[in-house]
């Protein structure tokens, strides 16, 4: 069974939008990154729960915490670091996630060891909150490959998120990354890369083999859409064609939806059905 996640605030950064969104294209699971341009690692407690109660209301679940935590150096003062962590452990309690994405440092493609340490400081904070942490693959940071993600491996009870588009930006070889990641990771982002020109694209357009990826899925998994797709404010005055082709739209909302409608589409392609609102399967 898989079920779809998104990035809300790709559609919109107040609350009202997130929503509508997600409604519109019968999502029910949200990973929260950000709502009135205010990142979730800076939410007070207040504004959590008056945001939780809404949510709620509204049927949406926070299925995970979209937070930055860990794109910081790896020399940081991880005592004082730690209080941040707590601080995003506080908030995911709050929406009633036991799911928080992080990264594993900057600076650090030399100091391994180090990486393995602060990350196990981390998980361990986590642990007493009842979250586990989620690593996901990105540029710059220590675990952008796979050889080094599988280095993270070391460090107790961390989890891992696998995101294609990620992986191309950084010329890992992705029949690589889809045969010894992608069948063991934990959950899924959505996004694609055309490698030749760093073009971020729907899902399929571009060179994150993601068909294979849905192909490689084991069990029940959730896959979350992050479109990062290109909008072009002045598209109503230019020839509509060219720019479909180039994948811009006209608002965050159509490029939302559309990144939405090109993973639906590789689902039906691989043989999956929408059997009830957010689930999929063969």
Known sequence: MIRI????????????????ALKRNEINLLELRGIDGVNVS???TEKAKEYNKT?????????????????VSVDTDMNKYLETVKRVMETANIFGT????VFSFFNAYDKKDKVIENLGKMTE??????VCLYHENEKEIYGDIC?????????DGLKFVYDPANF???GQDMKVAVETLAPYADYY?????????????????????????????????????????AVFEGYKNIDKTELKNKFAYRSAGEAFDAAVLAFKSQLIAAGYKNTEYDIWKK
């Open 168 to 170: 191309v930006q950084c």
């Open 55 to 71: 949510l709620k209301a509204e049927g949406i679940e926070v299925w995970s915490i979209g937070s930055p935590l860990g794109k």
């Open 147 to 155: 050889e080094r993600v599988s280095d993270l491996k070391a460090v």
């Open 98 to 101: 036991d799911k928080v994405r």
């Open 189 to 229: 982002h959505v996004k694609d890369v055309i490698s030749a020109t760093g073009e971020v694209v729907p899902s399929g357009h571009g060179d994150g083999k993601t068909k294979e990826m849905i192909e490689c899925v084991r069990g029940d998994k959730v896959f979350t859409i992050e479109p990062h797709l």
């Open 5 to 20: 996640c998104a990035f809300a605030d790709e559609a919109g950064s107040d609350l009202k939008k997130q929503i509508a």
């Open 125 to 130: 904070t986590a642990k007493s909150f009842g």
């Open 42 to 44: 800076e939410f007070t």
